[in-house]
Nanobody, 123 residues
């Protein structure tokens, strides 16, 4: 069991950048694969990115490839999402998630979720 708290969201103009952070508490953080999902108004929760427990493998949704980068620092119990070249359609609440099984995390069946942080991209 790990508790997650997201931060770094806010308002930004299209083309700008934001860096989201997810702080984790729990003695087994380094054993978990980590990921980011997002949910826009009137839409279902959408997969964004995942990173393996060691940080040596990442996977991204097609819509964010080349613009977003997921990373982690196991010594600090944190995972990050660097978002560049932001578009209006990136507007959503972004959620951090963790699970020991990468396959389960990718399906959205993770055991731990944060409360979310709002990202709003304006024209």
């Amino acid at each position: 069991q790990v508790q997650l708290v997201e931060s770094g969201g806010g308002l930004v103009q299209a083309g700008g950048s934001l860096r989201l952070s997810c702080a984790a508490s729990g003695r087994t953080f380094s054993m978990n694969a980590m990921g980011w999902f997002r949910q826009a108004p009137r839409k279902e929760r959408e997969f964004v990115a995942t990173i393996s427990s060691s940080g040596d493998s990442t996977y991204y949704a097609e819509s964010v490839k080349g613009r977003f980068t997921i990373s982690r620092d196991n010594a600090k119990n944190k995972v990050y999402l660097q978002m560049n070249s932001l578009k209006i359609e990136d507007t959503a609440v972004y959620y951090c998630t963790a699970d020991p099984l990468l396959a389960r995390l990718r399906l959205g069946d993770s055991g731990s979720w944060g409360q979310g942080t709002q990202v709003t991209v304006s024209s």
